[in-house]
């Protein structure tokens, strides 16, 4: 150890002496490593990360895939994952191997708060109902007050509510005054009973509503009627998560669930659908480990962490190679003092181990600083992956003990493998050549490992550059897509009428005080309402029987997509009718049941036939004479996901119109129809002050009315295209640094090369070798490596391009005129590197150089 210490002073000696060589090491492996670091903290904050709760490895969940937010019906395509009330309960009944069952909503509530008495308007909270035993199942505390508990939910209970630390200390101000208060939720009085402990941010990990109040089922039926789903079989919106006993197999566990599955299907078996009854047999329920919840997050972002983790290593190698440069050329420059060590009686072992504890030091200082590069870059990636009103991740930036452990292991690894080459090649200096003439060196001695070290840079640079060019322009084709309507001065505005206490029979007046109101603002041109505007990342889909036609089979994909608008929604949006005509104000409450097609929907379900006057209904054969199609619609890109896939069938109905049903169900569902969650308005021009002229028309009319959300729709695709905008910037920065270290890479090694042959130049020059002479030499030597690692970097890129396939729209992975984009990138780079060493060598003066010798 007192050897090791006496190593550590005279290497911080030596680093004193040297401030450029050991800034540029300690800033290039802090941007490798702080861009790797960065990376992972994401992914282990996503990927890897359990619950914050007690024994997570004590949880499992019913399901395996992540669906939100309901599913209609008794079976589900693939396998059974989201759940009803009545199975929850029979679940948490007849498995005793679970400890404690839970059940908590696939999704979130949408809720308007404000304190009771107070003349505020309401603001918009996101909520989620659970089961009375959440809190307990996870084995999580109380901040303060009380959580629930499984009084609070059952029928006739008083309303509660529990708030997240992060709501509290947020939203409210960290008021204490919080709990025992009585708030309004939907203009449903609530009382607070207590706030979650810090660092609990419920049962899942997902980019959008994170849950900040937390009710008991049984409040369900107050809040979201639209319908309500707690009696329903039919409607599934639960995810549920248990905590296993002791030596519970986890198989026969999972083969007694599906017995459950399958008993309550049965138990319903009058009221299965021909392909809920074909589908039956193939049925499939899995139970898989709950440590890390529902995972929505992790599959939402698995692939682009991946991505840009390999990129990040991409870096970090480059930065690693860097480092390697440098010391194997600072331990070249010192060869004459090496072999003088030798001569002396040091011995190999001794001169490795201070070139390693030299190497290892630059590592853990880089590593350190790369720490607050990871800081930097972390804030940076959770600023562009989760943006818009009221979105919030319980992901920190800074380091957690796994992430510090992270840097750690990557600072000693870096100091240890690209330290050990060097060390090892300067230790087996020989003393009598060195001695001999230790700055002698021609073209030919060159180290071979700073020529490979240059090419590998060469060639990662390349594979990062392209692919950086490549997610751009996937991005830039992305947002200039054809959508089927115009962008440019149209608005999407989001709203619940709902939340104000409207029922649905006041709908229709209410909707056209907000439209006239509106009209009024000066700029707006127009203005039309929907169940869920285009792009609005919401969609209600159902089976599709044509009148006429047989009923689907089990397996046939009947699935349409489907929305309510008022008339004037295809004129606000400029989607073209081209076949029959649009919705308009003679399709009444009195008129015949009318429908829009969309050109999939005509050639998925119509084709080869005319689609006008045919008509369809939803789900069941008694119903297909519903809607007479009236008109069909060019297709518009409606769902923010699946760009890759032709445009969905979707057919859109008049929010006048009410479909007769006769099940209850199908009537709530019917009445929920009706609410427009979103307005789309057309006012070209850019009108200044337009959302405060919205806010103020929609106070005027009802200041309970909360206004969620107000964009443009270039504001709208940002964000819905924000995952693909994070990968492609971040991917664009670690192509930009890894360009910058591979371009100081190369200077080094000329630098070097110049500096260690400067008397061959000069003998050349004295020969009578001109300036264009020695400048092609050092040019040809720079570019020769650079050519070798295009060779090789081009086909690799290809092979990067073909990897990220998934994450690319309308590009091909081997698309020339990005790879030669990339190429010319690179190649300027270099010569750029290499223009300052050649210029330095053709300013070689023979009789100096000579002399020198």
């Not at 919030?392 to 957690?400: G, K, L, R």
Request: charged share 20%.
């Amino acid at each position: 150890m007192n050897q090791l210490f006496q190593d550590l002073r005279y290497t911080m000696r030596q680093l004193r002496k040297s401030p450029g060589f050991t800034l540029t090491s300690v800033i290039t492996l802090a941007l490798g490593i702080g861009a790797t670091t960065a990376i992972f903290t994401l992914v282990h904050a996503v990927l890897l990360k359990s619950l914050p709760v007690t024994k997570p490895d004590e949880l499992w969940r019913i399901g395996k895939k992540v669906h939100c937010c309901n599913w209609g019906g008794y079976t589900q395509w693939e396998e059974f994952s989201l759940f009803n009330n009545e199975l929850y309960h029979r679940f948490k009944d007849n498995t005793p191997a679970f400890a404690e069952l839970a059940a908590f909503q696939g999704g979130n509530a949408s809720l308007g708060v404000r304190r009771a008495g107070s003349t505020q308007p309401a603001e918009t909270r996101n909520g989620q109902f659970v089961s009375g035993n959440f809190f307990s199942t996870f084995g999580v505390g109380a901040w303060a007050g009380r959580l629930l508990n499984p009084s609070d939910d059952r029928e006739g209970a008083p309303p509660v509510a529990v708030l997240s630390y992060h709501a509290w200390q947020e939203k409210f101000g960290a008021d204490p005054s919080v709990v025992g208060s009585v708030f309004l939720f939907n203009n449903n009085p609530f009382t607070i009973v207590g706030v979650a402990a810090p660092g609990f941010f419920g049962a899942d990990l997902r980019g959008w509503a994170m849950p900040e109040i937390w009710m008991p089922l049984s409040a369900e039926p107050l809040i979201d009627s639209k319908p309500p789903r707690l009696t329903e079989p039919r409607a599934n919106w639960l995810d549920i998560i248990g905590r296993v006993k002791p030596g519970t197999d986890p198989k026969a566990l999972e083969a007694q669930l599906r017995t459950e599955l399958r008993q309550w299907q049965m138990s319903h078996y009058s009221d299965l659908t021909m392909q809920d009854k074909e589908y039956l047999p193939k049925q499939q329920m899995f139970l898989t480990p709950g440590g890390a919840g529902v995972t929505d997050m992790r599959e939402q972002y698995e692939d682009a962490l991946r991505v840009l983790l390999i990129a990040a290593a991409c870096v970090l190698l480059i930065a690693c190679a860097n480092l390697a440069n440098l010391l194997l050329a600072r331990g070249l420059r010192r060869r004459q003092q090496t072999s003088l060590r030798i001569a002396l009686g040091a011995s190999r072992g001794t001169l490795v181990r201070k070139a390693l504890v030299e190497s290892l030091t630059l590592g853990v200082v880089g590593g350190g600083l790369g720490l607050l590069v990871a800081y930097m870059g972390t804030s940076l990636v959770l600023k562009l992956a989760f943006t818009g009103p009221n979105f919030w991740v319980p992901i920190d930036a800074t380091p957690s003990v796994p992430v510090l452990l992270f840097a750690l292991g990557i600072s000693l690894l870096t100091g240890v493998l690209f330290g050990i080459a060097p060390a090892w090649t300067t230790s087996h200096a020989e003393p009598v050549e060195a001695l001999r003439g230790a700055n002698r060196s021609t073209e030919h001695s060159t180290r071979w490992s700073q020529k490979a070290l240059v090419v590998a840079q060469a060639s990662i640079s390349l594979v990062l550059i392209s692919s950086a060019v490549m997610l751009a322009q996937s991005l830039r084709n992305l947002k200039n897509q054809n959508f089927g309507f115009d962008v440019e001065g149209r608005y999407m505005i989001s709203l619940d009428v709902h939340q104000a206490g409207y029922k649905p029979e006041q709908l229709e007046l209410i909707y056209r005080r907000i439209f006239d109101r509106i009209l009024q603002i000066p700029g707006v041109q127009g203005v039309a309402g929907a169940t869920y505007a285009p792009m609005s990342g919401d969609s209600w889909n159902d089976g599709i029987r044509i009148q006429g036609k047989p009923e689907p089979h089990s397996g046939d994909d009947d699935g349409a997509t489907f929305t309510r608008v008022t008339p004037e929604f295809f004129s606000t949006l400029n989607n073209r009718i081209v076949m029959g005509r649009a919705i308009d104000e003679h399709d009444t409450k009195d008129a015949p049941l009318v429908a829009v097609v969309n050109e999939a929907f005509a050639k998925k379900f119509l084709k080869g036939e005319n689609p006008i006057g045919k008509r369809f209904g939803e789900n069941e054969m008694i119903h297909a004479g519903d809607y007479q199609i009236v008109g069909v619609a060019a297709d518009m890109r409606y769902l923010n996901y699946g760009f890759k896939d032709p445009d969905r069938p979707m057919y859109f109905l008049p929010t006048a119109q009410h479909t007769p049903y006769t099940k209850p169900n199908e009537i709530e569902g019917e009445k929920s129809g009706h609410y427009l969650e979103n307005l789309i308005l057309w006012a070209p021009g850019k009108p200044e002050g337009l959302e405060m002229q919205v806010r103020k028309a929609l106070s005027e009319i009802d200041p309970n009315i909360p206004l969620l959300d107000f964009a443009s729709y270039h504001e709208t695709l940002a964000r819905d295209f924000g995952q693909q905008d994070m990968i492609a910037k971040l991917t664009l920065i670690f192509g930009v640094l890894a360009l910058g270290l591979a371009a100081i890479g190369l200077y080094g090694v000329m630098s070097y090369s110049v500096e260690q042959r400067t008397s061959e130049i000069g003998i050349r020059m004295a020969l009578g070798a001109n300036r264009g002479t020695v400048l092609g030499m050092v040019l040809r030597s720079a570019f020769l490596q650079v050519a070798i690692g295009l060779a090789i970097g081009i086909p690799t890129a290809i092979l990067a391009g073909r990897a990220i396939t998934d994450q690319l729209y309308a590009v091909k992975p081997y698309d020339p005129v990005i790879l030669s984009l990339a190429v010319i990138v690179l190649g300027a780079a270099a010569l750029i590197a290499a223009a300052i060493p050649a210029r330095r060598a053709v300013n070689v003066n023979p009789t100096e150089a000579l002399r020198a010798e």
